[in-house]
């Protein structure tokens, strides 16, 4: 028998991987992964977002613009938006009507600022009046949200919007080297579970490389399971709630023989804390990036590697900051952020007050972007809720929950003790009939019966010290510990 020297560190078998998978199963799942990428998802994203791909090359090439080239072609882009809503969308056909304000004559911020703030009350009461009569009609989809205050609103928005969306959303993880259709683990709520998706969101799930745990409905055995199928296939890329990416981070780091290394983590829809970021940074090994966007309005800012703040979505959003008196704040100080979508001609949100609090950084990136910074943003934040059943729900669940009662204008959910729940909405003007029962039956099918659920019909709900509404609040300790981030092991 001939004794062929084998190369150093090679055996006759396989190579194997520390969690017994050989090299050669791994680069074959690589190559058809890469395959999928650049050849089925391209076509897959063609049918589904035609524009997408254009927009985003147009992104690209401007992605080190000058400064005063942004600004001009974001005026030239609000001025379209504006003329088409006061021709077509008649509550702003009545609003500049009333106050006299002509188009033509608004060419500087201030003149801009005389249009009235829409509020998500006149979102909730004139949702009718601010839907276009003519343009992109068909192409409109019924969206809802929860807001960033558990104020419930729906609207609508256009095929162009949501195909700018896609492209803003590629551009900025561009930037993080993470390119479309690449493997991302999501942390995300799902209203139906994975056996009851269509096939259309299973197929699409498997053409875009995506894996989701739902958020809504963990459990210690989901996220082990989760974190296994991680292990072998690698996500590049890992995009959350900053809670649900917490409380994962906090189970990987119970679990010290898993281990998951994408390239970058995306934390999004919620507050990111400087604790959560380091957290992340050290389970994940590589890269946290923030990413500022609402249902109303997705990809209003973004971080790029340099973490200066979040540079705005200058040609998809025009965003102002303003105080109480809704005159705009100097850099570094902090306001009520308002946003008007320049890509959503079917509903069109001007001067909207998303509820959330900001600051600009007021200096330029280092990276050399010339889209202006966001210091900060004080968002939205929600506690879990678990039931002693062992699940683990994330807030926005209670947010979806509500879309289907219109009538509630704002809710609260305090869990006080494991068993122990109270539910607090407020309701429209006007709404004398509300279904109590039902809905008390569809938060308990969720609980379970152990939990003791009171709902209640209230005047108001209290703002918490800094102003904001907290739609969830928990007292319960979630499991796998609360270490701070400085104390951790590095894994
Ligand atoms: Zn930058």
Known sequence: MNNIPMPPGSSGAARQTP?????????????????????????????????????LRELRGLEFALPEAIQKLQWERLTRLLRHATVQVPYY??????????????????????????????????????????????????????????????????????????????????????????RTASIWGCDRDLPLQSWKERLSQEICQVRTCNAFAITEQRLEDFARMLMTWRPRFVTGYASALELFARFLLSRPHLRIRPLAVKSTAEVLTA???????????????????????????????????????????????????????????????????LTNFAMPFIRYEIEDVGSWAGESCPCGRPFPLLAEVLGRSSDFIATPGGKIIHGEYFTHLFYDFPQVSRFQVNQT??????????????????????????????????????????????????????FTISSVSMPWGSQRASQLPRK
């Open 275 to 341: 604790e959560q970021r380091s957290l992340l940074e050290t389970v994940f090994a590589c890269p946290v990036y923030n990413f500022y966007g609402s249902r109303e309005v997705n990809n209003l800012a973004a971080e790029c590697p340099a973490h200066r703040g979040l540079h705005v979505n200058s040609l998809g959003r025009y965003i102002e900051i303003v105080d109480e008196e809704g005159a705009p704040v100097p850099p570094g100080v902090p306001g009520r952020i308002l946003v008007t979508d």
């Open 417 to 470: 003790a494991l068993r122990e729940i109270r539910v607090d909405i407020v309701l429209q003007p006007g709404v004398a009939d509300f279904p109590l029962d039902l809905l008390r039956r569809r938060i308990g099918e969720v609980l379970g019966p152990e939990v003791n659920c009171e709902v209640g019909i209230v005047e108001d709900i209290a703002r918490t010290a800094s102003g904001k509404h907290r």
């Open 19 to 55: 969690n017994g998978f050989s090299e050669d199963a791994r680069s074959l799942r690589s190559m058809a992964s890469e395959l999928l990428r650049r050849a089925v998802f391209p076509v897959y994203q063609r049918r589904q977002t035609p524009s997408a791909f254009r927009y």
């Open 93 to 182: 056909r009545d609003c500049f009507g009333s106050r006299r304000i002509a188009v033509d004559e608004i060419r500087s911020t201030r003149d801009f600022a005389r249009i009235p703030i829409l509020s998500k009350t006149a979102l909730q009461e004139h949702s009718a009046a601010l839907l276009a009569e003519t343009g992109d009609t068909r192409s409109r989809q019924k969206n809802a949200s929860g807001g960033s205050t558990g104020k419930p609103v729906q609207f609508y928005q256009d095929r162009f919007y949501w195909e700018y969306a896609r492209a803003s959303q590629w551009f900025v993880e561009s930037w993080w080297g993470i390119r479309p259709g690449e």
